[in-house]
């Protein structure tokens, strides 16, 4: 998500530089400050990550250099531009600086008007990235994550799940005969149908660790780490039951007068050697079972 007011992180340890930077950029921006190296690592690597960091070169613990370096080549942090402030004018020191993934480089005593100039250049280009990266995750219909979105976290939450040796669950849900929904309704409430379905299943997947992506046209997915087979059945029933008290009409159905789902549930404590493509054709085949079933109802995969 693309935040509002944009957030700098302060790398500094004297207090009047503290003070000085605070002051000019708190105006615009909202500051969070680390006076040494280790701290400054916690800080950029929390929750709320910071958009820029300005980064004095000399700190007392981890020298900046070092911590630029570390910064850049962290998988988290490296994507947050990084400013180096110092007060060795030569041409060396800055190159040097920058081969090792600073955005810039600012000499004291800087003057205000630049460091604010700059800042806000290299926080601009920060948003535009951020903006199209948002852009290339997400479903333009209906908001949620996409197709691509799914594939990169069902692989990275596959592999942990396989390092700590839990369950990792997948819940496959299909809008039932929605060929006839658009052939009687028209496509545009089709999409609007798809809308009302997406915000309904969001709205009904709460924990943090789950990613609900549209995986095809009609079809959804629900990723659910460290749940097994037994919830993951009861949730994918609640999101069906959920879709259903929506009662959309659906009047060429054959299952019931209002939208319906059909869902797939599998479950696994994965192997090294299993790839994760085996948990998504198993959701897969149960989701499969469920529509030769007689669709709204949701069908397991017991391997
Ligand atoms: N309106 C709209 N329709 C879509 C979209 N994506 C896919 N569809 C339609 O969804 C329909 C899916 O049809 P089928 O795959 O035959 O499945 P179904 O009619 O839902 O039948 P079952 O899955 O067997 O219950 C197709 O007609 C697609 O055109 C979309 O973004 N908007």
Redesign the pocket.
């Known amino acids: 998500m693309v935040k509002e007011k944009q957030s700098v992180l302060i790398i500094e340890d004297e207090e009047v530089n503290i003070r000085v930077l605070g002051q000019i950029l708190s105006r615009e921006f909202n500051i969070d400050v680390a006076t040494c190296g280790r701290d400054a690592l916690v800080r950029a690597e929390q929750d709320e990550m910071p958009d820029l960091i300005l980064l004095d070169v000399t700190m007392p613990d981890i020298d900046g250099y070092e911590l630029c370096r570390q910064l850049s080549d962290n998988e988290k942090t490296r994507h947050i531009p990084i400013i180096l402030i110092t007060s060795e004018d030569q041409e060396k020191q800055e190159a040097y600086g920058l081969s090792l993934g600073a955005v810039d480089y600012i000499v004291k005593p800087f003057s205000v008007p630049v460091l604010v100039a700059r800042v806000r250049t290299h926080l601009q280009l920060k948003r535009q990235r951020d903006m199209l990266s948002d852009l290339s995750v997400h479903d333009s ?1 209906t908001g949620l994550y996409n197709r691509r979105k799914f594939d990169g976290y069902i692989e990275a939450e596959w592999r942990r799940a396989c390092r700590n040796q839990t369950s990792l669950a997948l819940v496959m849900l ?10 009687h309704y ?6 609007r ?2 809308q009302r379905i997406a915000d309904c299943l969001l709205a009904n997947i709460q924990r943090s660790g789950d990613l609900l992506a549209r995986y ?3 079809e959804f997915v629900a990723v659910l780490p460290e749940l097994d087979r037994h919830d993951a059945t009861v949730l994918a029933q609640k999101l069906c039951d959920a879709v259903a008290a929506l009662t959309v009409p659906h009047a060429a159905s054959t ?1 019931a007068d209002h939208v319906t789902l ?1 869902g797939g549930v599998a479950a696994m404590v994965p192997d090294i050697d299993m790839p994760s493509s085996q948990l998504i054709e198993a959701a897969d085949s149960a989701l499969y079972a469920a ?1 030769k079933a007689g ?1 709204d109802c949701v069908q397991v995969y017991v391997g």
């Open positions: 219909l299909d809008v039932d005969l929605f060929k006839a929904y658009n052939d028209g496509h545009m409430a089709g999409d149908c798809l095809g046209g009609e299952v059909s529509k669709r």
